[in-house]
């Protein structure tokens, strides 16, 4: 990469801060030769369950394991429903039909593009059985009005905190609302493992207990298998890498949240651009620094045409940039047969026209930032 061009994320620049301790700590693994549900996960999961406020944690092999088990080990199964943001990445949904449920799709919140709960509110049929509530990009969905309607229709509360760990709210973690809530250590996350992983969270000792068999083969004891399971486990390598990165994780946030300030910034009079919502009882971890591009009239058939066109400058500049996401999940073929149509969730469906997240990692420099800032606010 030339020095003048900038990535979305740069985790090269990551691993060059932390080489040695990362060597070291996988070395131990190597020395030892216990590779699967060993002593480094037991003690990860010990420190995520304490960073995150919660009494249990179980490691997974991604966060969408995390997801489907989390469903499963809540009872989700067979002819119930789950209701989640349209406004999400695919996993949220595919848990959902790998758990045997079928997906009901809300519309976002157009502040902080997380699920409205009224939306949530009515969806809920008799089916109904959970609801996700994705911490999109880092910051809390309204956790509050969740957790009340969840009381108030007896419904399981899921956190999908993959791109939230580390975020509060109101003083409490993000992933330490709900039922339980699953994260995802997939590398470019804020804590990002050297391959797959993932982890439940919950205070609930049966769902703990659950997950834990179901993520090795159902066994209550040595090849006795009390119910039909999988193989997800976190293993021992992204274990002892994570507990290293974990040590560094709230100054990376820090750092991320700087970024952010800085962003902010330098947005302030740019009218076609707002700014992340940063409400102010919550800490957004920003995994994703993601503007909103104002779609314009009279610039052609295409609403998504003014982001892409900035889109393009970026990377003319050598600027990275990304699209979270660009198709909601009811407009997704995935789920066709669910019979989704456009104009059905017009906050999602305006989201995936004017999203456009820049880069933002710990290492950036000021300097870079305000490249890419500028860059931005020349084309606009
Ligand atoms: C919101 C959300 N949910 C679920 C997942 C799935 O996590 P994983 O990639 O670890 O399976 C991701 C990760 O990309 C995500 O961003």
Redo the contacts with the bound molecule.
């Keep these: 990469m030339s020095t003048r061009e900038i990535p979305m994320v740069d985790l090269r620049a990551q691993f060059a801060t932390i080489e040695k301790e990362v060597r070291q700590a996988i070395d131990e693994v190597l020395t030892t030769q216990i590779f699967i549900l060993g002593p480094q996960l037991e003690a990860f999961e010990r420190e995520m369950a304490q960073y995150c406020g919660r009494r249990l944690a179980i490691g997974v092999a991604?966060?969408?394991?995390a997801?489907t088990l989390a469903l499963r080990a809540c009872g989700v199964g067979s002819g119930d429903e789950v209701i989640l943001p349209a406004f999400?990445?695919l996993?949220?949904a595919g848990a959902v039909i790998a758990a045997g449920a079928r997906p009901v799709f809300a519309d976002s919140d157009p502040k902080t593009l997380n699920i409205d709960p009224e939306s949530v509110r009515v969806l809920v049929t008799q089916r109904t059985k959970a609801v996700i509530a994705?911490h999109l990009y880092g910051g809390a969905a309204e956790m509050n009005a969740l957790l009340e309607l969840a009381s108030r229709r007896g419904l399981v509360l899921i956190e999908?905190n993959?791109?939230s760990l580390g975020a509060s709210l109101s003083g409490k973690k993000l992933g330490s609302f709900g039922t339980c809530a699953a994260t995802?250590?997939?590398p470019s996350k804020n804590l990002g493992a050297y391959g797959?992983a993932?982890m439940i969270l919950t205070d609930n000792d049966e769902v703990a207990e659950r997950v834990a068999r179901l993520r090795n083969h159902g066994q209550t004891g040595r090849y006795i298998g009390a119910e039909p399971g999988c193989n997800s486990r976190l293993d021992e390598i992204q274990a002892v890498v994570l507990r290293v990165k974990a040590r560094y994780l709230d100054r990376w946030i820090a750092a991320r949240r700087s970024h952010a300030a800085r962003y902010k910034q330098r947005f302030t009079n740019v009218n076609a651009i707002r700014t992340p919502s940063d409400e102010p009882n919550s800490v957004h971890s920003y995994y994703l620094y993601t503007v909103q591009i104002a779609s314009e009239r009279g610039l052609g058939d295409n609403p998504a045409v003014r982001r892409d066109h900035v889109a393009r400058h970026l990377a003319s500049r050598g600027i990275a940039s990304s699209i979270f996401y660009p198709l909601p999940l009811h407009l997704q073929p995935a789920y066709a047969s669910l019979g989704g149509k456009a104009g059905q969730l017009p906050v999602a469906e305006r989201a995936a026209h004017e999203v456009l997240s820049l880069p933002l990692y710990p290492e950036m420099t000021t300097e870079q930032v305000d490249r890419v800032a500028d860059s931005v606010i020349e084309v606009l």
């Design positions: 991604s966060g969408t394991d997801l999400t990445f996993a949220t994705v999908d993959a791109q995802s250590f997939y797959d993932g």
